[in-house]
């Protein structure tokens, strides 16, 4: 029989004002079991700690229960000071009186019934709690960065030079993603290529840092500390190894009608190409879907050209094997497609743009070189419109925008806005605007000197329609202040699109089974405490695959995601969840229903010689579970028709005291 | 003898009833009978037995023995026995009747069992006699007379007429109380009746089985026959044959916790599942075989040894119709008694 | 019928919940009946939201609205403007008791450049 | 009646004792009355001579006695599986619960089996019975001999017999079958097709029978458990009687929920009741479920297939939506 | 006499990851729902075996909901796809038996949904309720 104390918080008044903790203490004294019950103001404080210390000193006690908040927020705080106690950390439960209780009933006589009943429940199952002892694992110590982002450039940076190798797998021919494609940056209106570039060379010439570029992650096994990755280099048809970058091959190129991707299709590049001169790693790229030579097996001028030997166009698609301690995401983000906003006529006009194309249409490396050219006729536009929230904080239909604030689009419309103006001082700038959200050092000054400086015009309301008529625009739309529509003839209309997570990040989730949300954004482990960790552990986030972010969130946050790598990687060994499954082998029927069901593969079979009930021994085939690599969901202790499996802390005979105790 | 006109067959009944609960056989939706309480409307079977024995009514299969409330951590004790009321057992075929006196005597023996004692105490049996038997039927093997069954009243159902004779003095009261409905009457009907049915035992097939091999003193010839090994080597170990067996008398004392409570009950139990008096040590008959024989040796050995060679096999033949895979005491006789 | 019922009501026919509004304007942008009208859709929103309907239901702007649905497909909010024009449109034709067109009045409307089906439209959507 | 016969059983049976490819024959083994029929054991030919037969009562699945047997036994046992017992064989196999290695298996074909509780619902005092081409000839205690068709007394699950194809075989006699289009859930759509409180009048009349026996257990060849989770105290639905209607419900929810995927439907469960509950209904309704949730899967047709719930698809319906499915089609 | 207001017993089998996160949320934002539902919480929806649902029932619950991550969403990947069928074999096989569809419910409430989780309890509070008591899968034991 287990001597239990029962711990009742009031979290100030948060339990207290709706669940009269006295009563609670007072009635799970009855419980069987219990030998000793209290309440006091902060469990979880120093004070309340000790409390819980004493308790067990002077009582003799064998197991905890702790009436507060969610577990997920102090079980293993609890867990912890019963340790301290020289308890078993698994001899503690929780029952949930303030989230699931407190804060979600008014009434204090129905607040403080619920309360007890909880407390029975944890009452009824730490009766039937077995110490618990963690089993170990070796943690290797390589790192993985899924994505070679300004966020995965500085993670990968910031763990190597904490002296830990790391991958950096990259799934366009280069890394620098989206900063690479900027021109300027907010607020500072530094150029983006002269901050980024430097990172990337340090990256290139860092001897912890692989890069795989042109590159996908197919496979993840295991768990934190060992996983199992499978890389796959998909065949660029050039030896990186021989490419020196020179470019030959790509002048020689007779292919060059292809739409270059960097520069958001608004030129064209050839079948084997270098996305930009600063391309990390500098190495050509034949793209197979253009490459005559690959597809017809005629030209082959890139290989003749090519003073390095450097073109392989028998390259295969190339699997790689490595382990990881540690995984980061930094899959980052895309401009949604314009496709169903047929009121501004994006598909219609080559004028109506996004603010990426913008971006590339400004920028010095660009299609136009950096002059602000239409993309339709190459004129200098003189009147041009911005469009703020496109597809943006747009709950009524999802598959045409997102619910969410995309949150860097204010910002980057004013620095386009006012380089503009700066740039083309005739040139008339409307900006059109829901809100202007400027939060963030400088950011509301950078605003306000677009407007009062640089005299853009911003007016409070939605552009509704745009028709292309000859060679101009037709923007119809409300200025809600002056409470007019408006008609404006724009040369160049801006959208300013919504952003989302990039699509390979579904399928990386899966794989990883790290959790997301509704909109494909990865789920942080705690959305205040645990910001860059997944609920997966090992697994990581950093930069626009968690949320929208801007480039000094990107950098800080990758850099915290390091850190917690670093964290994980300075250890030797890990030390694992113990609430994993078992089996009793005397019961198992070697039938391998929970084999089939398990997703870790946690689960094999042996065959082991049993001495049977009517004396005989017998050779029976029975399940046994890696606990290092068993996680804990349970799937296979309802799949076992014999109940020889259970789960470890939420064993069927727990549940089972917990639902009797409930339906009392 | 009185007798009563089929036709006043549901007024005797409803007669009956208007005092006392009244069992009988009933038919069932699939065909086969049991023993469900009267109530108008009610049609009795012609079924030859019930699926169920009769035992039912005095050794239920489950029962609530006694009630414990906690509260905190107080613990009360219910007491929740209570004296039966007075039933009757309508329809009782001779070889049921007579599986009472096997219960009886492991029940009323010292330590009386209460509830058993209450219910046989106020229950008045009406045993029918038998006109036609089944295949299946070995009653006259252990001395049973079909046609002549004992209970508080024998009954003999001819095509037109209910006779009923009493054998004991509730069996005299019973009849008292349904004098009205009853008339004087000679046995010739009753007689012609026994002669004719007594002719049919003798040519059913199981009709020369003896019980010459088995009886108390026995357990050291029978123990180690290799019979056992062979005859129980397919045996599913299902409880089916001591749950349709009238005699089989073993159960077990179960406690169910109820959340505010525990309900102290005893249940069925059968000597051929493996978790069978399970005790500290573990269980005692470890094997299939072990249970097998155990079943048999009780009916045949260690109760006749223990009760002046009375057996506890009636003959009733609901083994034979109902296990799974027909492997049955008959069989079990025949092979160790020499096979014809 | 007080102001708020009012409301409740015209919110209740027309299914929609003003308060998802974020003031955006992109209806009014899109609106083409927008410069006949006295109240415009945005504003249409807002006043219903905050019960100030007398001013609406002696508008003109009532029968303004083509119910071409533009403002309904665009906004980004499903706040459906048209819906509640219409709600309120409804409020006002059942108040009055009256219809603003009755069958006499068609005549004087058709001609050849009129499409039958938009007297057809018109006439459902101005009586009751 | 059966096309296979007796003689040739034990001719094969006799062959592959004598000439030492099996060391045991389960077979059939003769009773009291002609239909009282036990599985047995046999070891030598005068054994297989004396109480070897074979006829329309032989309907017990042998599938199930491996598991024991060929634990124990050195060498081969020879098993005859008529076609639903091939197919628990093979579900058998799927879940490694014998060695294949020591099974020598004859499949034979087969023609339905007859149902005793039919019979002797016809007929009284079976004396014996004699089987024609035309029916059976019962020689009873009261009516003289009596003729009875074969379909009169068929068995409910060799009416609505699913396939005469045996799937798992060493060697087979006689000729093979095809797999059935048969009508076997015809039943459970008609009591899907019932009000709820019309169904749940139903199965009170039916479960309250019950009498916890275990045959239905006991009998079936997916139930193979070392340890029943109906007689481990630990398991928390441990019991040996039905004390309350619930848990009759329960054990039988339970059981069918445990062989769900895994029964191959062979009917043994309702055959062997002693009460008479067609408890084939519950597995049944499992089996149409998943094959119209989760696409066709006979349970048993391959070793080695993988059952409909220890799989999924990203598409499956939801627990919700499996209720307007019946909706849709009615 | 005033007739005691029907207050249904409603067990909520929550996955730790999610759904248990999610009824988290629901208090976080304070978003009432009522306290006859009582959260178990569980590592996974596919930890949730039959038996637990008729013990509740069997111990006087009246109505069982089951909570997860949405499909492609669980913590354990393939968990709650496991869960969907199990529990719509199961719920199909209560129906089957004639007990009431809505007393059992499975719900994909995500940690982000809150206002789902609390808005998902006061819907099958409500549903239940209407339903009132378990008579069909309840033992009467459980009730002296």
Not at chain 1, 38 to 60: F, L, P, R, W
Not at chain 1, 420 to 434: M, N
Not at chain 2, 192 to 215: N, R, V, Y
Not at chain 2, 237 to 254: M, R, S
């Given at each position: 029989m287990q001597r239990i104390g029962v711990f009742v918080c009031w979290c100030g008044s948060n339990i207290?004002?709706?669940?009269?903790?006295?009563?609670v203490a007072q009635a799970l004294k009855l419980e069987p079991g219990v030998v000793f019950s209290t309440d006091y103001q902060y469990m979880c404080s120093q004070a309340g700690q000790n409390m819980i210390i004493d308790a067990v000193k002077e009582h003799n006690l064998t197991g905890i229960v702790v009436c507060s908040c969610s577990p997920r927020m102090h079980e293993a705080t609890f867990r912890k000071t019963a340790a301290a106690a020289g308890l078993n950390p698994y001899m503690v439960e929780i029952a949930n009186i303030r989230e699931q209780c407190s804060w979600v009933h008014k009434e204090m006589p129905i607040g403080t019934e619920k309360a007890i009943i909880l407390g029975k429940a944890a009452v009824a199952k730490v009766n039937l709690n077995t110490p618990l002892t963690p089993g170990e694992s070796p943690v290797t110590k390589r790192a993985l960065v899924i994505g070679g982002g300004i966020a995965g450039i500085q993670t990968a940076l910031d763990i190597a030079d904490a002296g830990f190798p790391v991958d950096i797998v990259e799934t366009k021919p280069t890394i620098g993603g989206k900063m690479a494609q900027l021109d300027k940056t907010f607020p500072t209106l530094d150029c983006a290529a002269c901050i980024l570039t430097p990172k990337m060379?340090?990256?290139?010439?860092?001897?912890?840092?692989?890069?795989?570029?042109?590159?996908?992650?197919?496979?993840?096994?295991?768990?934190?500390?060992?996983?199992?990755?499978?890389?796959?280099?998909?065949?660029?048809?050039?030896?990186?190894?021989?490419?020196?970058?020179?470019?030959?091959?790509?002048?020689?190129?007779?292919?060059?009608?292809?739409?270059?991707?960097?520069?958001?299709?608004?030129?064209?590049?050839?079948?084997?190409?270098i996305p930009f001169a600063q391309a990390v790693p500098k190495v050509a790229t034949i793209d197979a879907g253009a490459c005559t030579m690959l597809k017809k097996g005629k030209c082959g001028l890139c290989s003749k050209v090519c003073g390095a030997g450097a073109i392989d166009y028998t390259q295969k698609d190339q699997f790689i094997e490595e382990k990881y301690g540690a995984i980061v995401v930094a899959t980052g983000f895309n401009p949604i497609s314009m496709d169903k906003f047929d009121e501004y006529a994006y598909s219609q006009s080559k004028d109506v743009i996004t603010s990426l194309e913008f971006e590339r249409l400004t920028n010095a490396a660009g299609p136009t070189q950096g002059k602000l050219l239409r993309p339709s006729?190459?004129?200098?536009?003189?009147?041009?419109?911005?469009?703020?929230?496109?597809?943006?904080?747009?709950?009524?239909?999802?598959?045409?925008?997102?619910?969410?604030?995309s949150k860097i689009c204010c910002m980057y419309t004013a620095k386009h806005a006012m380089l503009t103006r700066d740039k083309y001082p005739d040139t008339e700038v409307y900006v059109f605007y829901i809100d202007v959200r400027t939060p963030g050092k400088n950011f509301d000054e950078?605003?306000?000197?677009?407007?009062?400086?640089?005299?853009?015009?911003?007016?409070?309301?939605?552009?509704?329609?745009?028709?292309?008529?000859?060679?101009?625009?037709?923007?119809?739309?409300?200025?809600?202040?002056?409470?007019?529509?408006?008609?404006?003839?724009?040369?160049?209309?801006?959208?300013?699109?919504?952003?989302?997570?990039?699509?390979?990040?579904?399928?990386?989730a899966t794989m990883l089974t790290a959790s997301m949300d509704t909109n494909d954004f990865f789920t942080e482990a705690h959305p205040k405490l645990r910001p860059v960790e997944s609920p997966t552990a090992g697994v990581f986030l950093s930069g626009a695959c968690q949320g929208p972010k801007d480039i000094p969130e990107t950098v800080s946050q990758a850099g915290a995601a390091a850190s917690k790598v670093i964290g994980l990687l300075c250890k030797d060994k890990l030390t694992g969840n113990p609430c994993v499954a078992s089996s009793n082998e005397m019961m198992c029927n070697g039938c391998s229903s929970c084999e089939r069901v398990c997703p870790y593969g946690a689960i094999t079979y042996t065959d082991k010689e049993f001495r049977m009930p009517d004396r005989t021994t017998q050779v029976r085939r029975v399940a046994s579970v890696n606990p290092a690599v068993c996680q804990g969901c349970g799937c296979c202790t309802v799949a076992c028709p014999s109940g020889a499996m259970d789960l470890r802390g939420f064993a069927n005979n727990q549940i089972m005291a917990e639902v009797d105790a409930i339906c009392k | 003898m009185?007798?009563?006109?089929?036709?006043?067959?549901?007024?005797?009944?409803?007669?009956?009833?208007?005092?006392?609960?009244?069992?009988?056989?009933?038919?069932?939706?699939?065909?086969?009978?049991?023993?469900?309480?009267?109530?108008?409307?009610?049609?009795?079977?012609?079924?030859?037995?019930?699926?169920?024995?009769?035992?039912?009514?005095?050794?239920?299969?489950?029962?609530?023995?006694?009630?414990?409330?906690?509260?905190?951590?107080?613990?009360?004790?219910?007491?929740?026995?209570?004296?039966?009321?007075?039933?009757?057992?309508?329809?009782?075929?001779?070889?049921?009747?007579?599986?009472?006196?096997?219960?009886?005597?492991?029940?009323?023996?010292?330590?009386?069992?209460?509830?058993?004692?209450?219910?046989?105490?106020?229950?008045?049996?009406?045993?029918?006699?038998?006109?036609?038997?089944?295949?299946?039927?070995?009653?006259?093997?252990?001395?049973?007379?079909?046609?002549?069954?004992?209970?508080?009243?024998?009954?003999?159902?001819?095509?037109?007429?209910?006779?009923?004779?009493?054998?004991?003095?509730?069996?005299?009261?019973?009849?008292?109380?349904?004098?009205?409905?009853?008339?004087?009457?000679?046995?010739?009907?009753?007689?012609?009746?026994?002669?004719?049915?007594?002719?049919?035992?003798?040519?059913?097939?199981?009709?020369?089985?003896?019980?010459?091999?088995?009886?108390?003193?026995?357990?050291?010839?029978?123990?180690?026959?290799?019979?056992?090994?062979?005859?129980?080597?397919?045996?599913?170990?299902?409880?089916?044959?001591?749950?349709?067996?009238?005699?089989?008398?073993?159960?077990?004392?179960?406690?169910?916790?109820?959340?505010?409570?525990?309900?102290?009950?005893?249940?069925?139990?059968?000597?051929?599942?493996?978790?069978?008096?399970?005790?500290?040590?573990?269980?005692?008959?470890?094997?299939?075989?072990?249970?097998?024989?155990?079943?048999?040796?009780?009916?045949?050995?260690?109760?006749?040894?223990?009760?002046?060679?009375?057996?506890?096999?009636?003959?009733?033949?609901?083994?034979?119709?109902?296990?799974?895979?027909?492997?049955?005491?008959?069989?079990?006789?025949?092979?160790?008694?020499?096979?014809? | 019928m007080n102001k708020k019922n009012l409301r409740e009501e015209i919110v209740l026919r027309a299914g929609v919940n003003p308060k998802k509004c974020m003031k955006c304007g992109k209806c009014s942008g899109t609106c083409p009946a927008y410069d006949e009208m006295e109240y415009h859709p945005h504003q249409f929103v807002n006043m219903v939201d905050t019960g100030d309907i007398e001013p609406l239901l002696n508008s003109e702007s009532l029968y303004k609205c083509l119910t071409c649905?533009?403002?309904?497909?665009?906004?980004?909010?499903?706040?459906?403007?048209?819906?509640?024009?219409?709600?309120?449109?409804?409020?006002?034709?059942?108040?009055?008791?009256?219809?603003?067109?009755?069958?006499?009045?068609?005549?004087?409307?058709?001609?050849?450049?009129?499409?039958?089906?938009?007297?057809?439209?018109?006439?459902?959507?101005y009586t009751k | 009646m059966q096309k296979i016969t007796r003689d040739q059983l034990i001719t094969k049976a006799v062959e592959l004792l004598s000439n030492g490819t099996v060391s045991a024959v389960l077979g059939w083994k003769k009773g009291e009355f002609d239909y009282d029929i036990t599985p047995a054991v046999f070891t030598t030919e005068e054994e297989i001579n004396n109480g070897?037969?074979?006829?329309?009562?032989?309907?017990?699945?042998?599938?199930?006695?491996?598991?024991?047997?060929?634990?124990?036994?050195?060498?081969?046992?020879?098993?005859?599986?008529?076609?639903?017992?091939?197919?628990?064989?093979?579900?058998?196999?799927?879940?490694?619960?014998?060695?294949?290695?020591?099974?020598?298996?004859?499949?034979?074909?087969?023609?339905?089996?007859?149902?005793?509780?039919k019979l002797k619902n016809k007929v009284d005092g079976i004396v014996s019975i004699d089987y024609n081409d035309d029916g059976m000839y019962v020689d009873t205690l009261y009516d003289g001999t009596v003729k009875v068709d074969y379909a009169e007394v068929m068995?409910?699950?060799?009416?609505?017999?699913?396939?005469?194809?045996?799937?798992?075989?060493?060697?087979?006699?006689?000729?093979?079958g095809e797999v059935i289009d048969s009508a076997r859930f015809d039943e459970v759509a008609s009591l899907e097709a019932m009000t709820p409180d019309e169904r749940f009048a139903f199965w009170q009349g039916e479960l309250s029978r019950c009498i916890r026996c275990n045959a239905c257990r006991d009998a079936c060849p997916a139930c193979t458990c070392e340890k029943c989770v109906f007689d481990n105290p630990g398991s928390g639905v441990e019991n040996k009687a039905p004390v309350t209607s619930f848990e009759e419900q329960m054990f039988h929810i339970i059981r069918a929920f445990h062989v769900a995927g895994r029964c191959t439907d062979c009917g043994e469960c309702s055959r062997v009741c002693p009460q008479n509950i067609p408890l084939h209904l519950l597995n049944r309704k499992f089996i149409k479920d998943m094959n119209e949730c989760y696409g066709e899967y006979q349970a048993g047709a391959e070793v080695g297939s993988r059952a409909p719930l220890v799989d999924y698809t990203e598409g499956d319906l939801e627990p919700g939506e499996v209720f307007e499915r019946g909706e849709n089609d009615a | 006499m005033q007739m005691k207001e029907y207050k249904p017993l409603i067990v909520a089998f929550c996955c730790n990851w999610c759904s248990y996160a999610g009824a988290d949320l629901a208090g976080n934002n304070r978003l009432n729902y009522p306290a006859d539902v009582k959260i178990i919480r569980v590592p996974c929806s596919c930890r949730v075996n039959p038996m637990f649902i008729l013990r509740a029932f069997q111990r006087g619950a009246d109505g069982v909901i089951l909570c997860g991550c949405h499909p492609g969403d669980c913590h354990y990947t393939s968990g709650n796809y496991y869960t969907r069928r199990r529990m719509a074999m199961l719920f199909s096989m209560l129906d089957y038996l004639g007990i009431e569809r809505e007393r059992t419910r499975v719900e994909w409430v995500s940690a982000a949904e809150g206002a789902k989780f609390a808005a998902t309890m006061n819907d099958f509070v409500e549903k239940v309720t209407a339903l009132g008591e378990n008579k069909r899968l309840e033992d009467l034991r459980c009730k002296r």
């Amino acid at each position: 029989m287990q001597r239990i104390g029962v711990f009742v918080c009031w979290c100030g008044s948060n339990i207290a004002g709706t669940v009269d903790v006295k009563a609670v203490a007072q009635a799970l004294k009855l419980e069987p079991g219990v030998v000793f019950s209290t309440d006091y103001q902060y469990m979880c404080s120093q004070a309340g700690q000790n409390m819980i210390i004493d308790a067990v000193k002077e009582h003799n006690l064998t197991g905890i229960v702790v009436c507060s908040c969610s577990p997920r927020m102090h079980e293993a705080t609890f867990r912890k000071t019963a340790a301290a106690a020289g308890l078993n950390p698994y001899m503690v439960e929780i029952a949930n009186i303030r989230e699931q209780c407190s804060w979600v009933h008014k009434e204090m006589p129905i607040g403080t019934e619920k309360a007890i009943i909880l407390g029975k429940a944890a009452v009824a199952k730490v009766n039937l709690n077995t110490p618990l002892t963690p089993g170990e694992s070796p943690v290797t110590k390589r790192a993985l960065v899924i994505g070679g982002g300004i966020a995965g450039i500085q993670t990968a940076l910031d763990i190597a030079d904490a002296g830990f190798p790391v991958d950096i797998v990259e799934t366009k021919p280069t890394i620098g993603g989206k900063m690479a494609q900027l021109d300027k940056t907010f607020p500072t209106l530094d150029c983006a290529a002269c901050i980024l570039t430097p990172k990337m060379v340090d990256v290139a010439q860092h001897d912890k840092i692989r890069i795989f570029s042109y590159s996908e992650v197919t496979e993840v096994k295991g768990f934190v500390g060992n996983f199992d990755v499978t890389i796959k280099k998909k065949a660029r048809f050039v030896d990186e190894t021989k490419c020196t970058g020179c470019g030959d091959c790509v002048d020689k190129c007779p292919m060059k009608k292809n739409p270059n991707e960097f520069n958001m299709g608004m030129d064209n590049r050839s079948a084997i190409y270098i996305p930009f001169a600063q391309a990390v790693p500098k190495v050509a790229t034949i793209d197979a879907g253009a490459c005559t030579m690959l597809k017809k097996g005629k030209c082959g001028l890139c290989s003749k050209v090519c003073g390095a030997g450097a073109i392989d166009y028998t390259q295969k698609d190339q699997f790689i094997e490595e382990k990881y301690g540690a995984i980061v995401v930094a899959t980052g983000f895309n401009p949604i497609s314009m496709d169903k906003f047929d009121e501004y006529a994006y598909s219609q006009s080559k004028d109506v743009i996004t603010s990426l194309e913008f971006e590339r249409l400004t920028n010095a490396a660009g299609p136009t070189q950096g002059k602000l050219l239409r993309p339709s006729d190459g004129k200098h536009p003189h009147k041009i419109v911005f469009v703020q929230c496109v597809g943006s904080r747009c709950a009524s239909c999802a598959e045409k925008g997102k619910e969410y604030c995309s949150k860097i689009c204010c910002m980057y419309t004013a620095k386009h806005a006012m380089l503009t103006r700066d740039k083309y001082p005739d040139t008339e700038v409307y900006v059109f605007y829901i809100d202007v959200r400027t939060p963030g050092k400088n950011f509301d000054e950078f605003y306000r000197r677009a407007v009062e400086e640089y005299g853009v015009n911003y007016i409070k309301g939605m552009v509704g329609k745009i028709t292309p008529e000859g060679d101009v625009l037709k923007v119809q739309a409300s200025d809600l202040i002056s409470n007019k529509q408006l008609h404006i003839d724009a040369d160049l209309v801006v959208l300013a699109a919504a952003i989302e997570p990039d699509k390979s990040a579904r399928p990386l989730a899966t794989m990883l089974t790290a959790s997301m949300d509704t909109n494909d954004f990865f789920t942080e482990a705690h959305p205040k405490l645990r910001p860059v960790e997944s609920p997966t552990a090992g697994v990581f986030l950093s930069g626009a695959c968690q949320g929208p972010k801007d480039i000094p969130e990107t950098v800080s946050q990758a850099g915290a995601a390091a850190s917690k790598v670093i964290g994980l990687l300075c250890k030797d060994k890990l030390t694992g969840n113990p609430c994993v499954a078992s089996s009793n082998e005397m019961m198992c029927n070697g039938c391998s229903s929970c084999e089939r069901v398990c997703p870790y593969g946690a689960i094999t079979y042996t065959d082991k010689e049993f001495r049977m009930p009517d004396r005989t021994t017998q050779v029976r085939r029975v399940a046994s579970v890696n606990p290092a690599v068993c996680q804990g969901c349970g799937c296979c202790t309802v799949a076992c028709p014999s109940g020889a499996m259970d789960l470890r802390g939420f064993a069927n005979n727990q549940i089972m005291a917990e639902v009797d105790a409930i339906c009392k | 003898m009185r007798k009563l006109s089929l036709d006043n067959l549901n007024k005797f009944f409803a007669a009956v009833a208007e005092s006392k609960t009244i069992y009988l056989p009933v038919d069932q939706k699939d065909g086969s009978a049991k023993y469900a309480k009267w109530a108008e409307g009610t049609e009795w079977s012609n079924a030859l037995n019930t699926v169920r024995s009769p035992k039912d009514l005095f050794f239920p299969q489950t029962e609530d023995l006694m009630e414990f409330k906690t509260e905190g951590k107080n613990i009360e004790i219910i007491d929740i026995r209570k004296e039966s009321e007075d039933f009757v057992i309508f329809g009782v075929r001779a070889c049921d009747v007579k599986s009472f006196e096997v219960l009886d005597r492991v029940f009323l023996s010292e330590p009386v069992d209460s509830f058993y004692a209450s219910r046989r105490e106020h229950a008045i049996i009406v045993a029918l006699a038998c006109t036609r038997p089944s295949e299946t039927c070995f009653c006259t093997t252990f001395g049973i007379d079909a046609t002549e069954p004992a209970g508080d009243v024998s009954a003999w159902k001819t095509d037109s007429a209910l006779y009923l004779k009493a054998n004991t003095e509730k069996g005299e009261a019973f009849l008292k109380s349904i004098e009205a409905l009853t008339e004087d009457a000679d046995t010739a009907e009753v007689d012609a009746q026994k002669t004719k049915t007594a002719e049919i035992m003798k040519k059913l097939p199981l009709a020369d089985l003896t019980t010459d091999a088995f009886g108390g003193g026995k357990t050291e010839e029978l123990w180690n026959n290799p019979v056992w090994d062979e005859m129980s080597q397919t045996c599913l170990g299902c409880g089916t044959c001591t749950f349709v067996c009238p005699t089989c008398q073993c159960y077990d004392i179960k406690d169910f916790n109820t959340g505010n409570g525990v309900i102290r009950y005893r249940c069925w139990d059968s000597c051929m599942y493996s978790e069978f008096t399970r005790m500290a040590h573990g269980n005692n008959r470890l094997s299939q075989k072990e249970r097998f024989r155990q079943r048999f040796m009780h009916k045949l050995v260690y109760y006749p040894e223990n009760n002046e060679g009375l057996f506890s096999c009636v003959g009733c033949g609901r083994c034979l119709a109902k296990c799974p895979i027909s492997m049955n005491i008959v069989k079990v006789m025949k092979k160790i008694g020499g096979d014809k | 019928m007080n102001k708020k019922n009012l409301r409740e009501e015209i919110v209740l026919r027309a299914g929609v919940n003003p308060k998802k509004c974020m003031k955006c304007g992109k209806c009014s942008g899109t609106c083409p009946a927008y410069d006949e009208m006295e109240y415009h859709p945005h504003q249409f929103v807002n006043m219903v939201d905050t019960g100030d309907i007398e001013p609406l239901l002696n508008s003109e702007s009532l029968y303004k609205c083509l119910t071409c649905f533009a403002c309904v497909e665009r906004c980004p909010r499903g706040v459906e403007p048209a819906k509640l024009i219409e709600a309120v449109r409804l409020s006002a034709i059942r108040k009055q008791g009256a219809n603003r067109m009755t069958p006499n009045d068609v005549p004087a409307f058709v001609d050849e450049d009129t499409p039958q089906q938009l007297l057809v439209s018109a006439f459902r959507k101005y009586t009751k | 009646m059966q096309k296979i016969t007796r003689d040739q059983l034990i001719t094969k049976a006799v062959e592959l004792l004598s000439n030492g490819t099996v060391s045991a024959v389960l077979g059939w083994k003769k009773g009291e009355f002609d239909y009282d029929i036990t599985p047995a054991v046999f070891t030598t030919e005068e054994e297989i001579n004396n109480g070897f037969v074979y006829n329309d009562f032989c309907g017990a699945n042998f599938s199930k006695y491996l598991v024991a047997k060929t634990k124990k036994l050195e060498g081969k046992i020879l098993v005859f599986l008529k076609p639903c017992d091939s197919y628990s064989f093979n579900q058998l196999l799927t879940e490694h619960r014998f060695d294949r290695e020591k099974v020598y298996a004859v499949g034979i074909g087969c023609e339905g089996m007859a149902d005793v509780v039919k019979l002797k619902n016809k007929v009284d005092g079976i004396v014996s019975i004699d089987y024609n081409d035309d029916g059976m000839y019962v020689d009873t205690l009261y009516d003289g001999t009596v003729k009875v068709d074969y379909a009169e007394v068929m068995a409910e699950r060799c009416i609505n017999c699913k396939s005469k194809k045996c799937v798992a075989y060493d060697e087979l006699l006689g000729e093979d079958g095809e797999v059935i289009d048969s009508a076997r859930f015809d039943e459970v759509a008609s009591l899907e097709a019932m009000t709820p409180d019309e169904r749940f009048a139903f199965w009170q009349g039916e479960l309250s029978r019950c009498i916890r026996c275990n045959a239905c257990r006991d009998a079936c060849p997916a139930c193979t458990c070392e340890k029943c989770v109906f007689d481990n105290p630990g398991s928390g639905v441990e019991n040996k009687a039905p004390v309350t209607s619930f848990e009759e419900q329960m054990f039988h929810i339970i059981r069918a929920f445990h062989v769900a995927g895994r029964c191959t439907d062979c009917g043994e469960c309702s055959r062997v009741c002693p009460q008479n509950i067609p408890l084939h209904l519950l597995n049944r309704k499992f089996i149409k479920d998943m094959n119209e949730c989760y696409g066709e899967y006979q349970a048993g047709a391959e070793v080695g297939s993988r059952a409909p719930l220890v799989d999924y698809t990203e598409g499956d319906l939801e627990p919700g939506e499996v209720f307007e499915r019946g909706e849709n089609d009615a | 006499m005033q007739m005691k207001e029907y207050k249904p017993l409603i067990v909520a089998f929550c996955c730790n990851w999610c759904s248990y996160a999610g009824a988290d949320l629901a208090g976080n934002n304070r978003l009432n729902y009522p306290a006859d539902v009582k959260i178990i919480r569980v590592p996974c929806s596919c930890r949730v075996n039959p038996m637990f649902i008729l013990r509740a029932f069997q111990r006087g619950a009246d109505g069982v909901i089951l909570c997860g991550c949405h499909p492609g969403d669980c913590h354990y990947t393939s968990g709650n796809y496991y869960t969907r069928r199990r529990m719509a074999m199961l719920f199909s096989m209560l129906d089957y038996l004639g007990i009431e569809r809505e007393r059992t419910r499975v719900e994909w409430v995500s940690a982000a949904e809150g206002a789902k989780f609390a808005a998902t309890m006061n819907d099958f509070v409500e549903k239940v309720t209407a339903l009132g008591e378990n008579k069909r899968l309840e033992d009467l034991r459980c009730k002296r």
